[in-house]
């Protein structure tokens, strides 16, 4: 599991630049995690060859009654107990404030590790003696760095790095799929866990708060093996600021990278939402295998059409994972629950599906025969031959003559094809274009 890094702070005592120096130069990122990009909120960084997450959270204002800087403390909280180690940022320039002996406390009250940085030592060559003050926080030997120029920088990852846990080399094995339910707040996440794990009373065992709040359940039945991770305790959606949405949307991300399946739950009073539509957009985006499950049916007023009519609604508004299957269910009631075992193992089954070229190009040749590639100028696109390169997703390539031919609409049908000759259903398909040697005109 990869280490958490959160960097906490008093507003403008420059985290984010030195979240952004960190990343930036001194670190490889590995990739930055879609939907939060824009906000450079979180991002994957490695060290020393240790791959490890780290977080930039708002100013805290320890005692504060605005509301969105209480938000903003509310959040950093979060950060707090979901981190391995935290980097509490202080200015040298400003001195030791009140607010920053605050949040001292508050870091000692969650009994984590704690790597005190002392930001704006910009001057190259000897120290600043207002470093030392800092001592008087009591979170051990305070670092001086530049988040302006990276002093001090590799002694910072440095610190943090011998708090991180040893690597687990022991997996648990590979029948075991991995499960990731995620969906906005309060559309019965918990419950669903809760109810799977009391039904059957072979569960291995439960690590609790393993994740960033998300608990890790192992369980087994005689459909298979089972890891639940439970995105449990994300905030609601804040009105004023919607910060703590974020928030909600990287503990998704979290969840989604770390799992085989994500079981996307939609309240079916409700319908699909906004929000709905940006967490779905993550598993999308993110390649896994999906099912797209609606809870709390038992509330909904019924006739012998409300179920077809609701898969269309879905349908419309999921218009990118026309791909998942949609189950209704009742975490409460326990409908339909049982379905979701044999749903799971599906859909992960389809997205590791390997399919030979032979198939494939026969496939190719089929869809090709049927409708004309398209054409541009006088020149029509050929395409050579395709083979599938990965899995989960799975992953094709087309070779063609000319790339700019191949249009968007020739992919969709293409992809089409491909599923209602194999199925995949559940699993995303990524389809690469390439131009068979460099010829240009």
Known sequence: ??????????????????????????????????????????????WRNRVFDIVDTGGIEPGT???ILSFMREQAEIAIASATVIVFVCDVKTGMTAADQEVASLLLRARKPVVLAVNKADQVGRENPDVYEFYNLGLGDPIAVSAVH?????????????????????????NTVKVAVIGKPNVGKSSLVNRILGQERVIVSDVAGTTRDAVDSFFENETGKYRFIDTAGMRKKSRVDDRI?????????????????????????????????????????AGKACII??????????????????????????????????????????????????????????????????MLNSVLADATARVQPPT???????????????VKPPHF?????????????????????IRSTFGLEGAPVRLTVRQKGDQEG
């Open 1 to 46: 599991m990869k280490p958490l890094v959160a960097i906490v702070g008093r507003p403008n005592v420059g985290k984010s630049m030195l979240f952004n120096k960190l990343c930036g130069q001194r670190l490889s990122i590995v990739e930055d995690t879609p939907g939060v990009t824009r906000d450079r909120l979180y991002a994957q960084c490695e």
């Open 65 to 67: 009654d605005d509301q």
């Open 150 to 174: 990276g002093h001090g920088t590799g002694d910072l990852l440095d610190a943090c790095f011998s708090y991180f846990p040893p690597q687990d080399g022991e997996e648990e094995d590979d």
């Open 245 to 285: 949405e974020k928030f909600s949307v990287l503990r998704a991300t979290m969840a989604i990278e770390r799992c085989d399946v994500c079981l996307i739950l939609i309240d079916a009073r409700e319908g699909v939402t906004e929000q709905d539509t940006k967490v779905a957009g993550l598993a999308h985006e």
């Open 293 to 358: 499950v609606m809870n709390k049916w038992d509330a909904v007023e019924k006739d012998g059409k409300t179920m077809d009519r609701m898969r269309e609604d879905v349908r419309r508004d999921l218009s990118f994972m026309t791909y998942a299957p949609v189950v209704f269910i009742s975490a409460l009631t326990g409908q339909r629950v049982e379905r979701l075992f044999e749903l799971i193992q599906y859909v992960n089954n389809q997205s590791a599906m390997r399919i030979t070229t032979g």
């Open 376 to 390: 541009d100028k006088g020149r029509r696109l050929k395409i050579y031959y395709m083979t599938q390169t990965g």
């Open 397 to 417: 390539v087309c070779f063609c003559n000319d790339a700019r031919l191949f249009h968007f609409s020739y992919q969709r049908y293409l992809e089409n094809q």
